[in-house]
């Protein structure tokens, strides 16, 4: 099976001065605007990395819930969120490591056992498997 999906972009202007939209294809996103204040300087505006970090956080949260699932587990509630990290290096900007975080309500497990099957799903994910930098997580099972 080979699943397509499309985002796109469109920008005008220079690097600075300039001003970009972006869209999906399901329409989640229609012409959402970003730049590069939103993108380095903290202003209102959506940037790839933040794009990034939430497509990561949704990845890894569903193939947690395949993984438990096949553990005989069923999560009340996982929230998840994906720090990206962008920084410049010597030969321009990178992505240089992403960090999840984790909250998570699953009745029938522990601590131990949740780090492991959270583990499994944090190596497992496609998304995961796209990026090639250091992947953290901190994976907290609430009562």
Known sequence: ?????KGSAAWQGGLKDGRGSLST???????????FAARFEGQKGSNPEELLGAAHAGCFTMALSLILGEAGLKAERMDTTAEV???QVPDGF??????????AKIPGTDQKAFEALAGKAK???PVSKLFRTEITLDATLVA
């Open 94 to 103: 990178a992505i240089t490591a992403v960090h999840l975080t984790l909250k």
């Open 85 to 87: 990290t962008l920084e």
């Open 25 to 35: 294809e399901s329409g989640a996103l229609s012409e959402y605007p970003y730049g």
């Open 1 to 5: 099976m080979k699943i397509k999906r």
């Open 123 to 125: 190596a497992g994910c």
